[in-house]
């Protein structure tokens, strides 16, 4: 068994071409490009409980070797992934299902029959890789760089394949998002935590596509500095699959559901205080503004807007061939993974975050509960909209860890401050007016915001 830790970068044709002349892969190259052309047959029962079970099975020819693999899932987020993987090197093309032992074999499975086991879908492409080498401080960086032009087809559907996908060789995980995030600086590659074997499911069963990423368990004695882990990387990854998706079908929901992700990080990032100096993110916030600024109006147009809704799938398209979104992502991974904002803080800072998330969060939430100053608002409706940020920063604290707070009613205080926000956000018409009176004074009577302006 081998750990393989990887990242895809969704890209373009023009930008595989270029990539293959791109100064810094040229620069480091150490073997020359080579070209490799792989037939990959995945296999699973007709109830895909491999695919529940979180692992992909596959048979691969590559020239005259024949290679069976067997990959677990692993931890996978925002295209950076770590996963078990089993090689076996078999003399012909036939599943050899003798291999599959509890030594590789998951528990969930061990009353599966294996001769149930068929074949779903097809990977087929032309891969051309090349050692990427440096020296990274004290340190050597081997990198695997190939890049990957095909097809995934399941029965009569098909899928492009057209990615560079970067594999760690030596050294460490961060050298992969810096070797990323400086070849998107320059050319458009969209980070994709989806796998080549997660394409053949969703053509296999696109109902059967899981989208969501499970929500992080968070506990209220876990420090602050965990959370805001668990937390980007959930929103982070979720940003991804919701913005593959929407690029696959163009359902409407889904790129307001992708926008909603982008809002509560750049929430997330504004809520920390001290815990994350403000310099420490500066250039995320920049590029998270940038997007929802450009995205949000288009979203709110598009509620009442048909034609609004049937050209955003070409304007996404553009997005994705600008380098921005692919470098937000790669730029917010690495500060996840290297917990930039706790280099250089102050002991203040320190001391917050390291503070237990159960005691810190009812501490902001009451202090912007504070500065929120509702009865205001019951009085001045059209200027709620300004205390849009503050409300944001609110929300999501109270959407992804309202589980950790000693408050009652904490489901409905969440509902009830979102309608507040959502009617802020809408123009103000007499009707509109009446109806932000009313839904103000409703969660300013909340019990639990009783409790958080004490």
């Known amino acids: 068994m081998q750990k393989e830790t990887e990242i895809k970068l969704r890209a373009s044709r023009e930008t595989l071409l270029a990539l293959r002349e791109h100064p810094l892969l040229k620069k480091r190259n150490k073997s020359g490009w080579s070209r490799h052309e792989l037939f990959n047959q995945y296999y699973d029962t007709a109830e895909r409980e491999l695919a529940h079970a979180r692992v992909a099975l596959r048979l691969r020819r590559d020239g005259e070797q024949f290679i069976q693999t067997l990959k677990s899932r692993g931890q996978s987020v925002a295209g950076l992934s770590e996963r078990n993987e089993w090689d076996w090197y078999l003399d012909k093309a036939k599943l050899d299902i003798k291999k599959l032992g509890d030594d590789c074999w998951p528990a969930s499975l061990a009353d599966l029959d294996k001769k149930t086991l068929k074949p779903i879908f097809t990977t087929d492409f032309v891969r051309e890789k090349a050692e990427i080498a440096w020296g990274r401080g004290k340190t050597r960086v081997v990198i695997e760089a190939a890049l990957d032009l095909g097809q995934v087809k399941a029965g009569k559907q098909s899928e492009e394949i057209c990615e560079l996908e970067l594999e760690l060789r030596q050294g460490e995980?961060?050298?992969?998002?810096?070797?990323?995030?400086?070849?998107?600086?320059?050319?458009?590659?969209?980070?994709?935590?989806?796998?080549?074997?997660?394409?053949?499911?969703?053509?296999?069963?696109?109902?059967?596509?899981?989208?969501?990423?499970?929500?992080?368990?968070?506990?209220?004695?876990?420090?602050?500095?965990?959370?805001?882990?668990?937390?980007?990387?959930?929103?982070?990854?979720?940003?991804?699959?919701?913005?593959?998706?929407?690029?696959?079908?163009?359902?409407?929901?889904?790129?307001?559901?992708?926008?909603?992700?982008?809002?509560?990080?750049?929430?997330?990032?504004?809520?920390?205080?001290?815990?994350?100096?403000?310099?420490?993110?500066?250039?995320?916030?920049?590029?998270?503004d940038m997007l929802i600024q450009d995205w949000r109006p288009r979203v709110e147009a598009g509620q009442d807007d048909e034609g609004v809704r049937k050209a955003a799938p070409t304007r996404f398209t553009e997005e994705l061939g600008q380098t921005r979104w692919g470098l937000l992502s790669l730029k917010a991974s690495l500060w996840l993974l290297q917990r930039s904002w706790t280099q250089g803080r102050n002991a203040r800072g320190d001391r917050q975050g390291a503070a237990e998330l159960g005691k810190w969060l009812p501490h902001l939430l009451a202090e912007e509960a504070k500065a929120l100053q509702l009865p205001r608002y019951q009085q001045q409706p059209e200027d709620l909209a300004e205390q849009s940020p503050r409300m944001e920063r609110m929300l999501v604290w109270l959407h992804l860890a309202r589980g950790v707070l000693e408050l009652p009613e904490t489901d409905r205080l969440y509902g009830e401050l979102a309608k507040l926000h959502e009617m802020a956000r809408q123009p103000l018409d007499e009707a509109a007016r009446e109806q932000r009176v009313e839904q103000a004074h409703r969660v300013w009577t909340l019990k639990a915001w009783k409790l958080l302006e004490k």
């Open 173 to 288: 995980p961060e050298a992969l998002l810096e070797l990323a995030a400086e070849l998107a600086a320059d050319l458009p590659l969209m980070p994709c935590d989806i796998s080549k074997a997660e394409r053949g499911y969703r053509l296999y069963d696109a109902d059967g596509y899981s989208l969501q990423l499970p929500a992080p368990e968070l506990t209220a004695s876990m420090p602050l500095d965990d959370a805001v882990v668990a937390l980007g990387w959930q929103l982070l990854g979720n940003s991804q699959r919701l913005a593959e998706q929407y690029r696959f079908n163009g359902r409407w929901k889904l790129l307001g559901e992708w926008l909603q992700q982008l809002v509560e990080l750049r929430a997330l990032l504004g809520s920390l205080g001290q815990a994350a100096p403000r310099a420490s993110s500066r250039e995320l916030r920049e590029l998270l």
